[in-house]
């Protein structure tokens, strides 16, 4: 049983195009987040989302946008993908509050590449 | 200033070796801390939480210091499968920060 799915776990598309990346979590966390890995390694965070409500949007361009139809799943939308936008996308759950256990559980990470 | 900031090494060293990692963190409210794991082409796994009277599993101790704002991971007798990035994360409310990683290889 696969805690954090995400889907797809490649992407390939032109510039300019939109696509979509859906996570899911089974693990019944109340967190969910989008991190963004890019060629030099960092792990950036890009978006978290707590019991559906959107609670860190860090300077990320508004092609960008966050879905959280319920606290399960937590979508990347992205529109007019540019060559900047090529990376890998990790989708990662915690449990809420603070403290020792609020260990983050990660997807397999999507590898986008934009031509 | 970045928030988590760790050295990137590389770290090269051979096996059986002693090695220490070390990271900052430049905001005091931060409340929880780990050190991650992460391989080629993988996702980060969680190796450790940090205590803050320190911690110990297996050939892994982790310390934090919270005046100093640091936090610390010591790997004793290095093995092959050690190799991988170390990744030093700081958590407060629903924001978990990671810092840039640090590289090590253990050789034969």
């Known amino acids: 049983d696969t805690a954090v799915s995400q889907t797809p776990k490649y992407l390939v598309t032109q510039m300019g195009n939109d696509k979509s990346i859906k996570c899911e979590q089974n693990?019944?966390?109340?967190?969910m987040y989008w991190y963004k890995q890019d060629s030099k390694k960092f792990l950036k965070i890009m978006f978290s989302?707590?019991?559906?409500?959107?609670?860190i949007n860090e300077t990320v361009p508004n092609r960008f946008s966050p879905k959280s139809p319920d606290k399960a799943h937590l979508n990347l939308h992205i529109n007019s993908l540019e060559l900047g936008d090529s990376a890998v996308y990790f989708c990662?759950?915690?449990?809420?509050?603070?403290?020792?256990?609020?260990?983050?559980?990660f997807g397999q990470g999507t590898r986008l590449t934009v031509v | 200033r970045k928030e988590v900031e760790q050295d990137p090494g590389p770290f090269n060293v051979p096996e059986g070796a002693t090695v220490a990692f070390n990271c900052t963190y430049s905001?005091?409210?931060?409340?929880?801390f780990f050190w991650y794991r992460q391989d080629c082409r993988k996702e980060p796994k969680l190796l450790m939480s940090?205590?803050?009277s320190g911690n110990e599993d297996g050939r892994f101790t982790a310390q934090l210091n919270r005046a100093s704002q640091y936090i610390s991971l010591l790997i004793r007798d290095s093995k092959l499968s050690d190799s991988a990035t170390y990744l030093c994360?700081?958590?407060?409310?629903?924001?978990?920060?990671f810092g840039a990683g640090t590289r090590l290889t253990v050789k034969p």
């Open positions: 989302y707590n019991n559906k409500e959107l609670i």
């Open positions: 994360v700081v958590n407060r409310a629903s924001d978990m920060r």
């Open positions: 693990l019944g966390h109340d967190t």
């Open positions: 940090v205590y803050s």
């Open positions: 905001n005091s409210a931060s409340q929880s």
């Open positions: 990662a759950s915690s449990q809420a509050g603070t403290g020792r256990w609020r260990r983050a559980f």
